[in-house]
């Protein structure tokens, strides 16, 4: 309990330290969801980090926190890439490294179309204690969440995952529509799931005055995700899904904030998941590393 107590006080001090050292410079870059992708891409030459940690709240499970850390680069116009650092703890057990992950997202055709098209392509080497829940696919359900995690972490997972990203704006909404296909390279079958999102400003017009609480500062949203079997048994039968409200705020210093909590809607659900974020992006970081070693 002891360790539990100064995880928090830790993510806390961080959160706040964070905040704190963010310059005006940085301007953020990251869109409103946390499962859903859109067409948004990073610009080339600009990194983007992010910190964001979900809240478990199992029903018959101890509660946890899973906590992502991205790293985010715009290498073309159309192929943004990123990089991943996961952990966890897990109430009354242990905190833990479980792994990483490398992403690739290309747009192959830039041009503004009526629906928008972005592959996905994603290597993960995690273990069995990894709780970031960045999607849902197959047949997860909270009962994969009670096993300790000193028997979990000996589970190596390398897996390969694709998704199928559309997505569209109009009149300022967003909608966004993600097919997911996972495989574990340990000879197990493909595994899939969906997310479905829609946002929107509650301003389209920009201020003319630099503002924290600007009502184009603020965007709505709210996104539905969950599981769809896998290869032997596709469907919903046995299958977790979660409706998830998201509320995104961008400060004059460049940062944006988001908080998302997701309520679980079928019996294998947990009973909420709370999802937050902090993120923030240098401009033309590719250059100025550049320039240091011309």
């Not at 100064?6 to 964070?18: D, E, G, M």
């Amino acid at each position: 309990m002891q360790s539990n107590c100064n995880y928090r006080r830790a993510l806390t001090v961080s959160l706040l330290a964070l905040l704190a050292l963010v310059p005006a410079s940085l301007r953020a870059g990251e869109g409103p969801y946390f499962v859903t992708y859109d067409h948004q891409m990073e610009e080339p030459g600009n990194l983007e980090i992010s910190f964001n940690p979900v809240f478990g709240l199992p029903k018959t499970a101890n509660g946890f926190v899973g906590s992502t850390t991205e790293i985010e680069y715009g290498i073309k116009a159309w192929w943004t890439t990123e990089f991943y650092l996961d952990s966890q703890t897990t109430r009354r057990e242990s905190t833990l490294f479980t792994g990483w992950r490398w992403e690739n997202r290309i747009r192959p055709l830039m041009r503004e179309h009526w629906i928008n098209a972005v592959l996905y392509f994603e290597f993960e080497d995690i273990n069995g204690a990894d709780k970031s829940l960045k999607e849902i696919v197959g047949h997860d359900v909270e009962g994969d969440w009670t096993e300790p995690n000193h028997e979990t972490r000996l589970e190596k997972e390398r897996e390969i995952e694709t998704k199928l990203i559309l997505s569209s704006n109009y009149k300022g909404w967003n909608i966004a529509e993600n097919f997911i296909a996972e495989k574990n390279l340990a000879n197990e079958p493909w595994e899939f799931g969906y997310a479905f999102g829609v946002n929107r400003p509650l301003g389209l017009e920009a201020s003319s005055r630099a503002c924290n609480f600007c009502r184009e500062n603020f965007r709505l949203g709210a996104e539905m995700f969950g599981g769809l079997g896998d290869w032997h048994e596709f469907g919903l039968a046995n299958t977790s899904h979660y409706l998830a409200p998201i509320v995104a705020w961008d400060l004059r210093n460049g940062t944006t904030l988001r908080v998302s909590p997701a309520f679980g809607l079928t019996e294998g659900s947990a009973r909420a998941l709370v999802r937050l974020s902090i993120s923030y992006e240098l401009e033309g970081a590719g250059r100025r590393v550049r320039e240091m070693f011309r």
